[in-house]
């Protein structure tokens, strides 16, 4: 079993910031990627980033290439997001998944692939 937990959610206007955090406990493992992905109204649930807890490996949707950044403090068990520029279409709730097996890279995307899941977290961007 994996628990997460998601923060940091907020209003914010266009062009700014917000840190998110995924607190992580369980059976966790250094090899194995946790995924953000985002959901917004009456939408699928969309690849955001991802990153292996043991570091490295980082993955980036195109759509927030150069604006966010993952990472991870492994003495925390959290993973963060951080959200540059932000803009009104990254409105959603944002998610944490975590894989508790192995999953090629490419893999990486899907959130079919991912075992659990947070409550999630709100974004709103407004312009």
């Known amino acids: 079993q994996v628990q997460l937990v998601e923060s940091g959610g907020g209003l914010v206007q266009a062009g700014g910031s917000l840190r998110l955090s995924c607190a992580a406990s369980?059976?966790?493992?250094?090899?194995?990627?946790l995924g953000w992905f985002r959901q917004a109204p009456g939408k699928e649930r969309r690849f955001g980033a991802a990153i292996r807890w043991s570091g490295g490996s980082e993955l980036y949707a195109d759509s927030v290439k150069g604006r966010f950044t993952i990472s991870r403090d492994n003495a925390k068990n959290t993973v963060y997001l951080q959200m540059n520029n932000l803009k009104p279409e990254d409105t959603a709730v944002y998610y944490c998944g975590a894989r508790t097996g192995y999953l090629y890279y490419s893999d990486y995307v899907s959130p079919l692939q991912y075992d659990y899941w947070g409550q999630g977290t709100q974004v709103t961007v407004s312009s």
């Open positions: 369980g059976r966790t493992s250094s090899n194995y990627p």
